[in-house]
């Protein structure tokens, strides 16, 4: 059998998409195989003379059925002829599937990665990757598969929703009327954005808070510049948007101010050291925190990291966001009183 040396690297998934095909029985020839793979029948012609006269493959054409088989049933290609960075890449798509793991699309993406793999991995090689690479597991919220399934059929077939919806704590459930456009993955969380007609705008809506949704029987055209990633304004917050673009300013300390620099929050983002205020011997202290600037239109998320930062962030700018981070602060400076009387 061959090297893999042999085998250029840009053939190898159409060698094995030529394998697989041959392998399920149903006598593909170079045409159809081909068309499949949208390549030119040369092309397939030289990869499955290659596969039988370099990697030995047992492959036969049929005039009856007019199209190839196995001469040996059980026969497929070893893993021997993928490169071990295709396999860790593979192992680690399979280990990213943990973050979907309590969502309805969990199992259906996992048999799916499983049936890619399963040809190629080779026996003798351990697959140290999947207790070595791991995704730790992070709280998940909790929705029907049938929920998924109605929405994701809205979505390919442009079709409105009609449901209910809580959207905090204090409010009740309220009917809905929604152009879904995307669903969003955001921390564990899904969300579905799209136009709600009552609002006459656009809207995110936490699936967990969905009840009683239905199809309707009206469709909607998908606009143009429908896509969540176009409104944030080239910041990196996640799954929350508005229209209002703002610049912010916010000091971090501690060790909020070490993962503040190891990120990028945006496209235009500046990162400031704030100098020591030692004096004397201490005029070589470290830095005491980070200034970060940038600009963005993701104003609940920007919140919610000033307020997760809790004692080593301090916001300068906008003065909305000054406002809000007091208003927090004295909530929880009131809880702080109750709990020690």
């Known amino acids: 059998m061959a090297n893999r040396k042999n085998l250029p690297k840009t053939a190898l998934p159409r060698i094995y998409f030529i394998d697989k095909e041959i392998a399920s ?10 068309k499949l793979y949208e390549t030119g029948t040369a092309t397939i012609s030289r990869d499955i003379e290659f596969m039988r006269d ?3 493959a047992p492959i036969e054409y049929d005039y009856f059925h007019k199209g190839y088989y196995y001469t040996e049933k059980t026969f497929r290609l070893p893993a021997a002829f993928t490169s071990a960075d295709d396999m860790l890449a593979l192992g680690m798509a399979k280990t990213l599937l943990s973050l979907y793991q309590n969502t309805p ?19 003798g090689k351990t697959r140290w990757y ?13 929705f029907s598969p049938e929920l998924w399934q109605t929405i994701t059929e809205a979505l390919g077939e442009n079709r409105i929703l009609n449901f209910e919806y809580r959207s905090s704590w204090y409010t009740a459930f309220e009917t809905r009327r929604v152009r879904p456009y995307q669903l969003l993955f ?17 809207r995110m809506f936490s699936l967990p808070r969905i009840r009683k949704i239905s199809l309707s029987d009206k469709t909607f055209t998908l606009p143009t510049g429908y896509d969540f990633r176009t409104k944030t304004e080239g910041s990196y917050f996640g799954a929350y948007s508005n229209e209002r673009k703002q610049r912010y300013c916010i000091n971090f300390y501690g060790e909020a101010a070490l993962r503040i620099q190891e990120r990028q929050w945006a496209a235009d983002q500046r990162i400031d050291e704030i100098p020591s205020r030692g004096k ?45 981070w007091l208003a927090n602060v004295g909530d929880m400076a009131r809880r702080a009183r109750i709990i020690r009387r």
């Open 130 to 142: 999947e207790d070595r690479i791991v995704v730790p597991p992070i709280p998940s919220v909790q």
């Open 105 to 123: 699309i969990y199992e259906a993406a996992r048999q799916l990665v499983d049936a890619i793999t399963a040809p190629l991995e080779d026996p």
């Open 186 to 202: 955001d921390n564990g969380s899904w969300y579905l954005y799209g136009y709600a007609e009552e609002r006459r705008g656009m």
């Open 25 to 34: 029985g149903k006598y593909p020839n170079t045409k159809a195989l081909a």
């Open 54 to 56: 370099r990697l030995g």
């Open 280 to 324: 004397g011997r201490n005029r070589k202290a470290p830095p005491e925190g980070v200034t970060l600037s940038f600009t963005s239109a993701q104003y609940g998320k920007v919140l919610e990291l000033v307020l997760a930062s809790g004692r080593d962030a301090l916001p300068l700018e906008p003065p909305e966001l000054v406002e809000d």
